[in-house]
RNA sequence: GGCGUCUUAGCCAAGUGGUAAGGCAUGGGACUGCAACUCCCUGAUCAUCGGUUCAAAUCCGUUAGACGCCU
């Protein structure tokens, strides 16, 4: 008997947050964050962190738990993940995991296997040397040799994903292609309800550009100017946060703060667009579109319990 | 009213006789340990009409619009 497993999520300011309250009231939920800026404390504006009093008393897991310069990934979200998932269980209470980091979502979603693989530091510096020094072409080709079919599925100009088939390699002997090949086929071990919210393309662009705006206002500039003072910066991957990246150049006199603004709203209207094209290739997501329900979260809450039936631990 | 300059995709813009660079935006896509990352794909016949020429966005003239200067 599979357990439960709810999934609210959305491309960027879709309202994810709002909703999931009176979702999580509804059914007794708590809720897991599957959002790879929000883990981080300190940043609350730029990552529209939900606030202490908006929980209204529901339970959060993997907000603010993390400092700026540690480690986080898939992987470990994936270990906490699960393991709160099971002390909710625990609980009689059914886990919601809300945020929109897709790449997240998969990999609890499919149990996906990370192998006990750590990564070669060293390794990976070495890659890059290599990249910058021999090219591109070059260190894609030194995967020809491996891994073939990585070789024709990642591009050359994503040295990124190159770096890692290579680097997966080193490390397990096996192909990362073969391996991905594998997890692609896995069952889910819950019974699962993915959610998406979301809105028109205009609409939402449009609140995009309302909610960088209204960040600004409530001093995003000044929350990174104090992480910028804590020594944080753009080599760590909560640096590299939308907003955060774009006022640091603004810090470093690289752009004004007009630009920053201008390039911050960009960036998240790419940004959504793409976590769009991710939901949309994934298995099973239930499609829900505020439009079809007048903007109403109440119509939307009755869409979901709908959708969810009767549900038991 | 006169003189001059300009007019290339949604925006910026190269090209000045040989068959339309590039950037941004937009749209689509990929993604299995940095994922709010990284990466891929995506458009015009050159304001208008006519002429010169084997060949014109490029030369000549017409009309329209924009800008500047002059009376």
Sequence with gaps: MLKPLIILTGPTAAGKTELSISLAKKIGGEIISADSMQVY?????????????????IPHYLIDEWEPDEEFNVAIFK????????EIYDKDKIP????????????????IDFLETKEDRDYRKELQTLAETRGQDYLHSLLKEVDRESFYMIHSNNVKRVIRALEFYKLTGKKISEHNEEQKNRESPYEYFYFVLTDDRENLYHRIDLRVDKMMEQGLLEEVKQLAGKGYHRQMASMQGLGYKELLSFLNHEITLEEAVTLMKRDTRHFAKRQLTWFRREKDVIWLNKKDFDYDNEKILAEIMNRIGDITI
């Design 41 to 57: 404390k300190y940043m609350d504006i730029g990552s529209a962190k939900i606030s202490r009093e908006e929980m209204e008393g």
């Design 79 to 86: 270990e906490y993940a699960k393991k709160y998932i099971q």
């Design 96 to 111: 919601i995991i809300v945020g929109g980091t897709g790449f997240y979502i998969q990999a609890i979603l499919r149990d």
